[in-house]
Antibody, heavy 120, light 107 residues
């Protein structure tokens, strides 16, 4: 069974940093393309970005609102995905989900999410 | 960026009703269109991928159709557990974008 477990969320002041983790199990993580999606309180879903598998280059794509502030990385030896968030702004307040991406491009499996609150 | 527009934004219906939600892309996305269901406090759940393919474990009352710019999600006979918010999402190119959501409520 595929499992994705996010952690690392919490309260941070504007301008601060936070690192989220997504621990994966139940599938071959090192071949998986992974995405981050966020959802502000009471709002819809917003794609944050994607990291390809290392065998496919390990490249990253970021949504415009987070480009230059957020960084994705992965440790395939630990089956873990990371999201480093710097220069956090109040509008980054959201539940952050990690998800697997299927060969068809859909977000097939999701974690339970972790809440990030940016507030002074 | 490809804009995804869902209609309606909210919908009231009764158990047993047939319901259709539409999603329009701002440019052609072939069939790179996916549908998700989200219940309060839960992560989204994939229902339909590549416009018309039913994800494993999803009841057959859910179906999807369309290609190019216009897509539909149909629930043939609403069940109590179907009251939720539904999102379409294009995976044609990055940035992947979602529709704004359709909240399906009990009439």
């Amino acid at each position: 069974e595929v499992q994705l477990v996010e952690s690392g969320g919490g309260l941070v002041k504007p301008g601060g940093s936070l690192r989220l983790s997504c621990a994966a199990s139940g599938f071959i993580f090192n071949t998986a393309w992974m995405n981050w999606v966020r959802q502000a309180p009471g709002k819809g879903l917003e794609w944050v970005g994607r990291i390809k598998s290392k065998t496919d280059g390990g490249t990253t794509d970021y949504a415009a609102p987070v480009k230059g502030r957020f960084t994705f990385s992965r440790d395939d030896s630990k089956n873990t995905l990371y999201l480093q968030m710097n220069s956090l702004q109040t509008e980054d307040t959201a539940v952050y989900y990690c998800s697997t991406m299927s060969d068809y491009g859909d977000f097939r499996n999701w974690g339970q999410g972790t809440l990030v609150t940016v507030s002074s | 960026d490809i804009q995804m527009t869902q209609s309606p934004s909210s919908l009231s219906a009764s158990v047993g009703d047939r319901v259709t939600i539409t999603c329009r892309a701002s440019q052609s996305i072939s069939t790179y269109l996916n549908w998700y269901q989200q219940k309060p406090g839960e992560a989204p759940n994939l229902l339909i991928y590549t416009a018309s393919n039913l994800q494993s474990g999803v009841p057959s009352r859910f179906s999807g159709s369309g290609s190019g710019t216009d897509f539909t999600l149909t629930i043939s006979s609403l069940q109590p557990e179907d009251f939720a918010t539904y999102y379409c999402q294009q995976s044609y190119r990055t940035p992947y974008t979602f529709g704004q959501g359709t909240k399906l409520e009990i009439k």
